[in-house]
């Protein structure tokens, strides 16, 4: 299938490993030029290279912390001038602490929404006016299942997820009249440089040994793995593309159909 993407251009953040760095690669396969951020340099500076070694393409990496406003605006206005306009946003930087109601400090509850809500929040507003400017735009938001299948483990997550998902279908709605469409993405358990830190947090937690606690996330999932970056960026490469233009307003998992209670009652033993 012609995904029609080819001299598209597109932001995408958090790009210099896991899910974001497999966006951008699928994304530059497919003909589009880029715009990437995070906060280090050197990583992001050497997968930018890569990218464009393999594909051919533009990839602009940006420094960026986008749990500060200012750098958030920063790099929005530089990506623009960068490529020309933007027709894809991909909000994709954004972990967030796990842990119970008595682990969360404020701080860790402050670090989920600084960056997994108020990072999309930021780079949204200011991509917008290029996009009606141009006549149209698609924004694809990568957020989790932890907003929809709740876990008291990952509450930090699931609430900034939450409201991510919100954001999403209510802007639908509004900017529309623009020709701008918005989906979100909701992943699973995804194997990341991240996932093994996850696991340890996982044990300490539990008090479980980190062999048990890399069994969990496959046990509660039907197809018995956890799913790999390509499988999401997949995914996302197709709904950033013309083709699924119309795939508006909605969120799709991507998750194997995780049954996330029967990890609940792991931790409850
Ligand atoms: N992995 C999973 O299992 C999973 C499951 C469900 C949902 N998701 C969601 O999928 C998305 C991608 O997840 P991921 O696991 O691949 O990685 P991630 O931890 O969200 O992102 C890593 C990338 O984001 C950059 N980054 C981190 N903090 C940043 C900040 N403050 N400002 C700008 N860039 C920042 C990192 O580079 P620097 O460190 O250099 O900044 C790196 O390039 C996230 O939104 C995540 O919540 C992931």
């Given at each position: 299938m012609d995904l029609k993407l080819t001299g598209k251009t597109a932001v995408v953040t958090g790009a210099s490993e896991?899910?974001?760095?497999?966006?951008?690669?699928?994304?530059?396969?497919?003909g589009v030029d880029l715009a990437i951020c995070a906060r280090r340099a050197g990583p992001l500076a050497a997968v930018?290279?890569?990218i464009a070694k393999e594909t051919g393409r533009k990839?602009?990496?940006i420094t960026a912390?986008?749990?500060?406003?200012a750098d958030a605006e920063a790099f929005i206005h530089a990506a623009a001038k960068a490529l020309g306009r933007i027709d894809i946003l991909v909000n994709n930087a954004g972990s967030a602490p796990g842990g119970t109601l008595e682990f969360l400090t404020e701080e860790h509850w402050e670090q989920a929404l600084q960056l997994k809500f108020m990072g999309y929040v930021r780079?949204?507003?200011?991509?917008?006016?290029y996009m009606i400017k141009q006549g149209g735009g698609r924004v694809v938001n990568l957020i989790g299942n932890d907003g929809i299948k709740r876990s008291y483990w990952e509450i930090a997550p699931g609430a900034a997820n939450a409201a991510g998902q919100n954001f999403t279908i209510a802007l639908a709605g509004q900017y529309g009249k623009h020709n701008i469409s918005f989906a979100a993405v909701n992943p699973g358990p995804v194997r990341t440089e991240?996932?093994?830190?996850?696991v340890q947090a996982m044990a300490?937690?539990?008090?479980?040994?980190v062999a048990e606690a890399d069994t969990l996330a496959p046990s509660s999932i039907p197809l018995g793995r956890i799913a790999e970056v390509e499988e999401v960026a997949d995914l996302v490469v197709y709904l950033t593309s013309p083709r699924a233009h119309f795939v508006n307003g909605t969120m799709i998992e991507i998750d194997g159909g995780q049954q996330k209670d029967l990890m609940d009652r792991v931790r409850d033993r």
């Open positions: 896991g899910i974001g760095r497999a966006i951008a690669l699928g994304l530059a396969r497919e930018a290279e890569e990839v602009f990496p912390d986008l749990t500060k406003a780079c949204t507003k200011h991509t917008l006016p991240r996932w093994a830190g996850l300490r937690d539990m008090n479980i040994s």
